[in-house]
């Protein structure tokens, strides 16, 4: 059984903080890892993904990927109240997704 | 690019009636298209991969007699949910994957259907 774990909040933090988010998983043989955000009622939007150790950054986002410790995460740099969604962590096998709970995140102006 | 449309956006029907909700990958070709349902503050499960042309592949615990995938074209797939009940209501979401190479291969999710059963 794949299992994909976060924490699911909610996480607070102040306007132009930078917002920390978690995810592990179970499956050694992942292959690639997803960050989606999803807004209260509507269907999740890709913000990037990772399949390389170390970190990748795209605009105001960097994910960051540990295989050895099975650690995936993504930061949220200059936090926004328009960032405050639910972040939904996913694992790539060979073609379906595993998703996380996902992590609800609020940022306060 | 790489946008998914879903119709309808909502659908409110009986108890017993059948509904079909179409997935369009409207600037893309998608060569496999995955269909999802996600009950109120759960996350999403994966119910069943359609590719183009061949039989869906249904996840575990989903009743493909009820849940009837067809992936007529690369750019279409609809899910028809047969004899619905109230506990089917759900928001049933369609994504496309763009093919590529498996790592960087992303899926691109539809803006979802929300459907209640009387």
């Known amino acids: 059984q794949k299992e994909v774990e976060q924490n699911s909040g909610p996480l607070s933090v102040p306007e132009g903080a930078i917002a920390s988010l978690n995810c592990t998983y179970s499956d050694r043989g992942s292959q690639s890892f997803f960050w989606y955000r999803q807004y209260s009622g509507k269907s999740p939007e890709l913000i990037m993904f990772?399949?390389?150790?170390g970190d990748k950054e795209d605009g105001r986002f960097t994910a960051q990927l540990n295989k050895a410790s099975q650690y995936v995460s993504l930061l949220i740099r200059d936090s926004q109240p328009s960032d405050s969604a639910t972040y939904l962590c996913?694992?790539?096998?060979?073609?379906?997704?595993?998703f996380g709970k996902g992590t609800m995140l609020l940022v306060s102006p | 690019g790489a946008v998914v449309s879903q119709h309808p956006s909502w659908v409110i029907c009986k108890s017993g009636t059948s509904v079909k909700i179409e997935c369009r990958s409207l600037d893309f070709q998608a060569t496999t298209m995955f269909w999802y349902r996600q009950f109120p503050k759960q996350s999403l499960m994966l119910m069943a991969t359609?590719?183009?042309?061949?039989?869906?592949?249904?996840e575990q615990g989903v009743e493909k007699d009820k849940f009837l995938i067809n992936h007529a074209s690369l750019t279409l797939s609809t899910l028809t949910v047969t004899s619905a009940h109230p506990e089917d209501s759900s928001f049933y979401i369609c994504s496309a994957s763009t093919g590529r190479a498996v790592r960087t291969d992303t899926q691109y999710f539809g803006p979802g259907t929300r459907l209640t059963v009387l």
């Open positions: 990772i399949y390389s150790n």
């Open positions: 996913a694992v790539k096998g060979y073609s379906t997704l595993t």
């Open positions: 359609s590719n183009e042309g061949s039989k869906a592949t249904y």
